[in-house]
């Protein structure tokens, strides 16, 4: 995306639209090529930068119907699921459907307690480190539903930050003298490896690497996120009218509660 923005040459006052726009990967690249003109054309602040991609990004939402959008999501869905991304945001209004769709399809290829997890309601930094950690593998799914704590403290945002960092290896660290405990039955089926010390207690280790994914559902926007938190993971926002929103409730009501994905 960055060398075609590159090779497009955007300037100042230009329209540009991107109507298979997804994570916004193409919008940003092409506010980065005007970023670096404007000493030449003019000027354009970060504000303005980050103004003119949620006006871009809102006008594609605005086009794009209720059952494009979660065709959309179950895409992302289905890309982290398999691995090809580490994380995936859902953001989007509550009762519209949006944990039974990504539960629907994730239930069918993890199952609860093996290779999948369910952080749902209040999290500590220390419960989150210490399903990080027990889900860590390769193919595990980490759902976080509705636990907006997470996004606002510093500490549980920096180890998500680093669980989902870009790099080759996205290694987590507990800075403190005894990380969390863990069950020993946690112990015995998920970490066989593991020690305990002379009282017979299991502890995480201080820094462990993570391998597995994060799908994230709020009901906050993406702009209320961290914003690193948020360049890590492919950001999906159900943003509907109170028509949409109210049809879909309507549909899921008809539906006993079970709405088409």
């Known amino acids: 995306t960055q060398f075609m923005a590159k090779m497009i040459k955007p300037q100042i006052g230009e329209t540009m639209a991107d109507f298979a726009c997804g994570t916004g990967g193409f919008l940003s690249s092409w506010i980065k090529e005007l970023e670096e003109v404007k000493d030449a054309k003019g000027s354009i602040s970060n504000e303005e930068s980050e103004a003119d991609l949620a006006k871009m990004e809102q006008e594609y939402e605005m086009r794009a119907t209720p059952t494009e959008r979660f065709d959309d999501m179950e895409k992302y869905l289905k890309m982290v699921v398999a691995g090809l991304h580490p994380g995936l945001i859902i953001c989007g209004a509550p009762g519209i459907g949006k944990t039974y ?47 907006d704590e997470v996004f606002e403290d510093t500490n549980s945002v920096n180890i998500l930050k680093a669980a989902l960092d870009s790099g080759e290896e996205r290694l987590i660290s507990y800075g403190t003298t005894r990380p969390p405990e863990i069950s020993e039955e946690e112990a015995m089926y998920k970490h066989p490896e593991l020690m305990p010390d002379n009282k017979g207690r299991y502890f995480c280790p201080k820094s462990f690497v993570f391998e597995g994914n994060i799908v994230f559902i709020t009901n906050l926007r993406a702009g209320q996120l961290d914003t690193a938190l948020r360049s890590r ?29």
């Open 101 to 147: 769709r990504i539960m629907k399809y994730i239930k069918t290829t993890h199952e609860y307690g093996d290779t999948l997890e369910i952080i749902k309601g209040r999290s500590t930094t220390a419960a989150l480190y210490t399903s990080l950690y027990n889900y860590s593998r390769p193919g595990d799914i980490i759902v976080i539903d509705d636990a």
């Open 233 to 261: 993971c492919y950001i999906c926002e159900l943003d509907f009218t109170v028509e949409e929103s109210l049809q879909l409730i309507k549909d899921i009501m008809l539906a006993g509660g079970n709405p088409k994905i």
